[in-house]
């Protein structure tokens, strides 16, 4: 594996360890929300670093270019997956982003019979940025729900008195419902893309 390989295989390490320490509640909070915010920003920001390493170490080859997006799904779908199971993510957005993603790994199969690598596409960094916004927003909010004295988990309501709670409640509604968007577009850039490769 290259060095920005390795970068890339971080993020799948962290992944399970960010659900797990979301979940065990027998973790203080305090210390657990600073290992949050750790291991979201590695996952985040090992996604640009891993791309920079490789493009400036001439180490760009047909194995990253799916094992990067690889990577991706599983840190991106397991936060997600964890915020929806305290609420704060709506199941049906899940729902769309597990079935773009299962899409688009069976377009991949597909091209690989042809021994070609379908790279990451112009919709799909929009969409991993809006994904990123919604995770990060969905991230805050647990956090000032926990300072606040608030039940940390639980859906975003739209009804109720205003504050920054509420506030960032209907922020990460809003960032969820743009993710939903984006996930079906880029989906179907990838469509588009493959229909051109394939042939």
């Not at 920001?45 to 990577?71: H, M, W």
């Not at 409640?169 to 850039?189: C, E, K, N, P, R």
Request: charged share 15%.
């Amino acid at each position: 594996m290259t060095v920005a390989d390795k970068v890339t295989l971080s993020r799948i390490i962290v992944a399970p360890f960010f659900f797990f320490v979301l979940k065990a509640q027998f973790i203080p909070r305090q210390p657990a929300l600073v290992a949050l915010w750790i291991m979201f920003c590695w996952m985040e920001l090992s996604d640009l670093i891993d791309g920079r390493v490789a493009r400036t170490n001439n180490q760009v080859t047909s194995f990253g270019k799916l094992f990067d997006p690889f990577a991706d799904v599983i840190s991106r779908v397991t936060y997600f997956l964890a915020f929806a199971s305290i609420g704060i993510m709506p199941l049906w957005v899940l729902l769309v982003v597990l079935y773009r993603e299962f899409g688009i790994l069976f377009l991949r199969m597909l091209l690989g019979l042809k021994g070609i690598a379908m790279g990451a596409r112009s919709g799909g960094k929009l969409k991993a940025g809006v994904y990123m916004v919604a995770g990060l927003l969905s991230l805050v909010l647990y956090t000032v729900r926990f300072y606040s004295g608030a039940d940390v988990s639980g859906p975003v309501s739209l009804s109720g008195a205003g504050g920054l709670t509420h506030v960032l409640g209907l922020l990460t509604l809003i960032a969820y419902i743009l993710a939903a968007v984006a996930t079906v577009l880029s989906f179907i850039d990838y469509l588009v893309q493959f229909r051109k490769l394939y042939r």
